[in-house]
């Protein structure tokens, strides 16, 4: 009788002794996630600093090595380049006089009027009765003082001119009768392009290609 | 945690920024260097040309001189009026104006004597003068004795100004 009374607070005290079990059980794990959860962030942040530290070590390398090849550049431009500049000073001043001698070559000749030949047109398509006594050139006007047999002669002179190719405009100024010479005296105002006798300078500026450095430091 | 942001924050971005620009800068001085050697390399074949090239350029000095040099513009003159077989009567020299960059004229006025064909002679010679000639104008006037003829040229030669000159003649302007 006595023992059938005593078992359920056995079974009650077994109960809770299962619980104060269970409860130190789960502040156990609780300890231990807690505790690994820490040691992990510990990790982390080592990690994180350990990876910013390294960074910055690695750029200070780069920074070290830019700036070093920087300092070699600023050598090789002073030796290779500063330098042999100072000291190739006056062929490179001769090179400039040379490469200005050749352009103003090239202008002068690219500028420069066959007059002989025009000349000669002129003389070809003079008319046969009709006489020179003052040819003037000025630019891309000619005056001409001339003498012709009679009145049509000298209208003839006139209009023979216009064949030139490079005559623009013929304009009788004057015709009047000399009667000391018995002839007519004129007067002539032409206009022509100088241009179509113009000589070209292409060697010239062949010559000014091969020579220039600006192919090259452009 | 906020070391690493700091470092982040504070030396990492702007580092990144400094190298960005040591690296524009590096490759600036590259392109310099690799400009300034064919510089230089240009300067000296240039020289190599100038000297294999001698005579042609005692040539190029007589027709492009850096004086403007009258009398040997007066040498040639005579020169092309003996083989013209005409004669000179008077020469007057002046100084024109910069036609264009470094280069100078020299004008010279002179007035000649002989055969209408001999003139002409004389004109075909100018134009293949080792100096360069640019004819400004003429006027040929008839004697009224045979073909004898009195003309009277004003001739421009060219000349390099030296770029002193032109500096101090802009200075000057």
Known sequence: MFSDNNQPIAQHAQTERDAKQVEQTEENIEKTTTHKTEEAVSYFLVGLFGATIISVLILLGIQKGKEMKIATYDQQIKTEVTDQLI??????????TVLSQLDALTIALTSRV?????????ENNTFKKSLWTNFSLSQNTISINGTADDYESAAKAAASYRNIKAVRDVKLTSATSNEESKKVDFVLSIT?????????????????????PESTTQ | MFVTFFIVILYIVPKTTDLKNLSQRAAAKQSELEVGRQQVAAIRTATQLIKAAR??????????PDKE??????????????SSEITIKSVTAGTGQAETGQSGALTITVSVSGDFSNTIAFIGNLEKNLRPVKVVDYSIVASGVGALTDTTFNLSFPYLVSSDEVAGGQNGQ
């Open chain 1, 87 to 96: 000291a190739l000073a006056p062929e490179k001043k001769q090179m400039e």
């Open chain 1, 114 to 122: 066959k007059y002989s030949s025009m000349m000669t047109d002129f």
């Open chain 1, 192 to 212: 022509f392009d100088s241009s179509l006798y113009k000589t070209t300078a292409t060697k010239t500026a062949e010559t000014s290609a091969v020579i220039s």
């Open chain 2, 55 to 64: 005579a042609d350029m005692d040539t190029l000095g007589v027709a492009i």
């Open chain 2, 69 to 82: 040099k009258a009398e040997e513009a007066l040498q040639q003159l005579s020169a092309n009026a003996s």
